[in-house]
């Protein structure tokens, strides 16, 4: 069993910056997909981004190529999104998940373990 927790979300203007972090407990996360998934009011959760277990490759959804990027830091058991040039349509409610698949997915149905979520608001 994995506890997550999600923190470092918060108000900030388009084109600013926020930098998410996911803290694991319980056991390590070097073993496990780590992604990262939103969901904003009214709307299904959606993918944002993985980072596979073995190499730490990473992948993204086209609405985030080149302003996100998903970091892990196993020794510390955390994983990061730091995001830039943020606009209005990022606001919500972004969730930190780990996966103990062979295979990296991206359909939040298929992770094992969620955070709480941390919130997320873009003005404009």
């Known amino acids: 069993q994995v506890q997550l927790a999600e923190s470092g979300g918060g108000l900030v203007q388009a084109g600013g910056s926020l930098r998410l972090s996911c803290a694991a407990s319980g056991r390590t996360i070097s073993n496990l997909h780590m992604g990262w998934f939103r969901q904003a009011p009214g709307k299904e959760r959606e993918y944002v981004a993985t980072?596979?277990?073995?190499?730490?490759?990473?992948y993204y959804t086209e609405s985030v190529k080149g302003r996100f990027t998903i970091s892990r830091d196993n020794a510390k058991n955390t994983v990061y999104l730091q995001m830039n040039s943020l606009k209005p349509e990022d606001t919500a409610i972004y969730y930190c998940?780990?996966?103990?698949?062979?295979?990296?997915?991206?359909?939040?149905?298929?992770?094992?373990?969620w955070g709480q979520g941390t919130q997320v608001t873009v003005s404009s």
């Open positions: 980072i596979n277990r073995s190499d730490s490759k990473t």
């Open positions: 998940a780990a996966d103990r698949s062979l295979i990296l997915r991206t359909n939040p149905d298929e992770y094992d373990y």
